[in-house]
C-alpha cells in the first residue's frame, strides 16, 4: 500500500524559505519518479516538479523554476521540496506524488 507522510509547512514572510519532506513507503522508491504537486482551496491541483529515481534530473514548473530545488535520499525514502524567495503566491497545500498517489499534504502559508 502507497503512503506518503508530508511535513515541514508552515508560516513564513515573503522572501523566506522552508523545506518540506515527504517521506514514502509500500512500493520501490529507489526506482520511482516522484512528484510535488499544490492546491488552493477553489483552484485545480498545480505541478510543481519532478524528480527521477536516481534523483539526477529534475523537472519545475515554470514559475517555480530557480526557487524551489527538488532532492532526494533513496536511503531514507524521502524526497525534498526546498523552497527559496517564497511569494505570497506560493501559498498552498504541498503534496508529493506518485503516479497520482498523495499523502495528506502540508500547508505553506507566506505572508507579511
Known sequence: QLQFVESGGGLVQPGGSL????????????????????????KRLEWVGSINGVGNGTKYFPSVKGRFTISRDNAKNTVYLQMNSLQ????????????????Q??????SP
Do not use: I, N
Request: net charge positive; with cysteine.
Open 88 to 103: 505570497v503566491e506560493d501559498t498552498a497545500l504541498y503534496f508529493c506524488d506518485r503516479a497520482g498517489r498523495r499523502g
Open 105 to 110: 499534504g502540508t500547508q505553506v502559508t507566506v
Open 19 to 42: 523545506r518540506l519532506s515527504c517521506v514514502a513507503s509500500g512500493f520501490d522508491f529507489s526506482s520511482a519518479a516522484m512528484g510535488w504537486y499544490r492546491q488552493v482551496p477553489g
